[in-house]
C-alpha cells in the first residue's frame, strides 16, 4: 500500500518556525517527484514547494526565502522547513506524489486522494 504521512504541524507565533515532515513506503520514493501543498481557508489548493529526485527545488513566490524543501531517500522522507511564518501561511497542508496532482483539487482536511497524505495543520498566530 501506498503510504504518505505528515507530522510536525502545529500552532506557532508569527514570525516562528514549524518543519512538516512526510514518512512514505509502498512506492519508489527515491524516483518520485514530490510536493508539499496547501489549502488556506477560503482558497484553493496551491503548490508550496516540490522537490525532484536529483533535489531539484521550485517554490511558490509567497514562501519563496522562508520555506525549505528537502529530502532524505535513506528514510523515504521529505521536510519542509518553515521560517518566518506570516498568519497567511495557515492553512491544512498536505505531501503528495506529483504524479497525483490534478488541479484544481480540493487538498483541505476533508478531501482523499490517492497520493497524497491525509495531511496537517498549521496555525500562525497573529
Known amino acids: 500500500d501506498v503510504q504518505l504521512v505528515e507530522s510536525g504541524g502545529g500552532s506557532v507565533q508569527a514570525g516562528g518556525s514549524l518543519r512538516l515532515s512526510c514518512t512514505t513506503s509502498g512506492f519508489s520514493f527515491d524516483y518520485t517527484e514530490m510536493a508539499w501543498y496547501r489549502q488556506r481557508p477560503g482558497n484553493e489548493c496551491e503548490e508550496v514547494a516540490t522537490?525532484?529526485?536529483?533535489?531539484?527545488?521550485h517554490y511558490a513566490d509567497s514562501v519563496k526565502g522562508r520555506f525549505t524543501i528537502s529530502r532524505d531517500d535513506a528514510k523515504n522522507t521529505m521536510y519542509l522547513q518553515m521560517n518566518s511564518l506570516k498568519p497567511e501561511d495557515t492553512a491544512w497542508y498536505r505531501c503528495?506524489?506529483?504524479?497525483?496532482?490534478?488541479?484544481?483539487?480540493?487538498?483541505?482536511?476533508?478531501?482523499?486522494?490517492?497520493?497524497w497524505g491525509q495531511g496537517t495543520q498549521v496555525t500562525v498566530l497573529s
Open positions: 522537490i525532484d529526485k536529483d533535489g531539484t527545488t
Open positions: 503528495v506524489d506529483v504524479d497525483y496532482v490534478n488541479l484544481p483539487m480540493d487538498c483541505g482536511p476533508s478531501a482523499w486522494h490517492d497520493g
